[in-house]
């Protein structure tokens, strides 16, 4: 089945239009898009986002937090906290997480015995409120973390390098 001259110009007219909307965006990178390449790159993008998702079953402490936003955003809250050395506890989680406190709450509660997070003394500061709990990541889901990163990250140069971005 052959397409029409009409379909053919629908076609063309939306990749068109998608390349247009996206010029701005690769400007930035100094990239000039073109029909030629675009779709390549959009498999590209596809693939890793897949790749990215697919990835989790390696890491089985960071495949529970991807199966919710909030997850994820407690735990790069609480890993980006720890590596500020500033104390982070549920008070201040629900200011940062925009959910239910039960929710958090839950979170929390499944993260400590599965064993990605742990209770730690702060480590530059004494806390006056013994109620306060400072959360910390695991070594283990540390370990995850980087891994996954460094893979995403070698995986992103890949394809950086093959559209030559930079």
Not at 48 to 69: A, E, G, H
Not at 105 to 133: A, G, H, R, T, Y
Request: with cysteine; net charge positive; aromatic share 14%.
């Amino acid at each position: 089945m052959t397409l029409s001259e009409k379909q053919i110009n629908i076609f063309k007219k939306r990749a068109n239009n998608i390349i247009n909307n996206s010029k701005r965006d690769f400007k930035k990178l100094n990239y000039n898009l073109k029909l030629e390449t675009a779709f390549g790159l959009s498999a590209s993008f596809a693939r890793n986002n897949l790749t990215f998702i697919n990835s989790f079953k390696k890491f089985p402490l960071l495949s529970y937090f991807v199966q919710d936003p909030y997850r994820w955003n407690i735990l790069n809250y609480i890993i980006y906290f720890s590596a500020k050395k500033e104390v982070i506890y549920l008070e201040k989680l629900k200011r940062y997480i925009k959910k239910s406190d039960r929710h958090i709450e839950k979170i929390l509660n499944d993260c400590f015995k599965n064993k990605s997070f742990i209770v730690l003394d702060p480590q530059d500061k004494e806390l006056n409120n013994k109620k306060i709990i400072n959360i910390r990541p695991s070594e283990k889901l540390m370990k995850e973390f980087y891994s996954h990163n460094i893979e995403k990250y070698k995986k992103n140069i890949k394809l950086i390098k093959r559209f030559k971005f930079a």
